[in-house]
Structure formats: structure tokens, C-alpha cells
């Protein structure tokens, strides 16, 4: 059978590339990003305090990453606490098909922002294109009730800065490496809000 690579060397030297991709990419959000990412730590932490809910949303991978999000925020991250309250607006096929099939595919995200955020809420969002009609949307929901907002990008021009309380950009054309660091991202807020909780900050 056939395969990309014919041989182990080959693959190795694959591998190496993308790991050395990784590592430059992550050099470089490390020194543009560090600030922000302690920002959005904050805001996620203080909504959290002051007895709000985190929401999260994305398109693809972007919705897996808004799941993984979530469950460490209900679930743990590394320490023992108490669960965090946190939705992922991903997940309820139900309500994704009725109202994408009612609305149109750009409210499936919005109207639940719409049903369930309150002021003081926080909404992550993820788009590695930073124009994904159902997150702008989302957003300008999330404006409108006063949620606070926290979006992360890729680096590309983009339709959201206007709409969100923080933008964290990955300087990255690739979806891929768009997508890693943007998993960083969401383990190091889950480091910092267990470390601001455990001592009572």
C-alpha cells in the first residue's frame, strides 16, 4: 500500500518541520501575547467570582477546541475545585438544526447568546479566519447584552476587533498551527483562573 511517506526518515523529517514550525510560532505568541493572555485569564476569572457563566463557540475545530474549553472549566484542569459554570454553544444538536434551519446557519450561535447570556457573562470565540458570519454574529449579540468578549484569531484581517473587549491574534496563515496555539492559549487561561482561585485572589 501506498503512503506520504516511504520511509521512517522521511516521517521524521516531517515531523521536524511541523515541531519547528510549533516552536517558532509559539517564540513569537509567547513575546506578542503574554500580556493578553493574563488579560483574558482575568476577565474569565472575575465573570466567574462575580457569579457569571463563561459561553464559547467556533466552527469546526474551533468548536471542538470551545468543547475541550468547557469541560476543563465544568470538569478540572490540573487541581481539584469546585466546577466552573461554563456552555459550550456547540453542542445541543437540537437547537444547532432547528435554528439553522429556521434562521439560517449565521444565528446558530447568536440566538443562544440572545436565550441564555447575561451582562457580565463572558463569550470566547474562536476563528482561525476571524469572519465566520455565525461569530460576528454571535458577537454583536453578546455587545448588545453586555456580555464581555474575548476572541481568538488568526492572523488575517478581521471583522471582530470592533466587537470584542479582547482579540488575541496568532501571526499564522495556517489553520493548523492557528489551531495549536490557540489550545495553548485555552490551557494557560485554565492555569492561571486555578491558580487566581486556589489562592483566593
Given at each position: 500500500m501506498s503512503t506520504a511517506f516511504e520511509n521512517p526518515e522521511q516521517a521524521a523529517d516531517s515531523i521536524d518541520r511541523a515541531l519547528l514550525g510549533v516552536q517558532s510560532l509559539a517564540n513569537l505568541v509567547r513575546i506578542q501575547t503574554a500580556e493578553s493572555i493574563a488579560c483574558a485569564a482575568a476577565l474569565v476569572h472575575t465573570a466567574i467570582k462575580s457569579g457569571n457563566k463563561i459561553l464559547a463557540c467556533g466552527n469546526g475545530g474551533s468548536a471542538a477546541e470551545a468543547q475541550h474549553f468547557i469541560a476543563e472549566?465544568?470538569?478540572?484542569?490540573l487541581t481539584e475545585r469546585e466546577p466552573l459554570a461554563g456552555i459550550a454553544l456547540t453542542v445541543d444538536t437540537s437547537v444547532l438544526t432547528a435554528v439553522g434551519n429556521d434562521y439560517g446557519y449565521e444565528?446558530?450561535?447568536?440566538r443562544q447568546v440572545r436565550a441564555i447570556g447575561n451582562a457580565g457573562d463572558v463569550l470566547l470565540v474562536m476563528s482561525t479566519s476571524g469572519r465566520s458570519a455565525n461569530v460576528i454574529a454571535a458577537l454583536t449579540a453578546a455587545r448588545a447584552r453586555g456580555l464581555i468578549t474575548i476572541s481568538l484569531v488568526g492572523a488575517v484581517s478581521n471583522e471582530e476587533l470592533d466587537l470584542c473587549d479582547l482579540v488575541?491574534?496568532?501571526p499564522d496563515?495556517?489553520?493548523?498551527r492557528v489551531q495549536e496555539m490557540h489550545l495553548v492559549i485555552l490551557h494557560l487561561i485554565c492555569e492561571i483562573v486555578d491558580g487566581a482561585i486556589a489562592s483566593g485572589d
Open positions: 472549566l465544568v470538569g478540572r484542569f444565528e446558530v450561535f447568536a488575541i491574534t496568532i496563515k495556517s489553520t493548523p
